[in-house]
């Protein structure tokens, strides 16, 4: 668990701290691929809002087929669990049709071509040997 407290020698806002723990949440569709890239760098959260002792998380989804809306509340919640002053968490998604890869921070989309560019030489490498 990230430290509810103390990150950089200053106290965090209750949003900063809430922010900083979505980042162990890892974009199942970005599993997948060998990326692991958490929902935070990938864009998907869209907002935070602390109301007295509610949390309401806005998600944006990669694409309006995504089935792991019932993933994320599972996740989130966990990840929120800890903060003493959040009593209930809400999570809301989009439709899927808002998110692009241009919403990724620049250190997860290298990391994202990395591995697109390795699966590629794997497979020149492989049509090579046949």
């Not at 760098?41 to 995504?66: F, N």
């Not at 509340?73 to 959040?86: A, H, K, N, Q, T």
């Amino acid at each position: 668990m990230v430290n509810n407290e103390l990150r950089g020698g200053h106290n965090m806002s209750t949003t900063e701290r809430v922010r900083d723990s979505l980042r162990e949440i890892v974009d199942p569709c970005s599993a997948a691929t060998g990326s692991n890239l958490d929902i935070v760098e990938m864009g998907l959260v869209e907002s935070i809002e602390i109301r007295e002792d509610k949390a309401l998380i806005q998600m944006r989804l990669t694409t309006p087929s995504c089935h792991m809306i019932p993933y994320f509340m599972e996740e989130v919640e966990d990840c929120l669990e800890d903060f003493s002053e959040i009593k209930t968490v809400e999570l809301e998604t989009d439709n899927g049709f808002e998110w692009s890869p241009d919403m990724m921070t620049e250190q997860a989309k290298q990391r994202r071509q990395a591995v697109i560019d390795e699966h590629k030489r794997r497979y020149l490498r492989e049509q090579a040997d046949e």
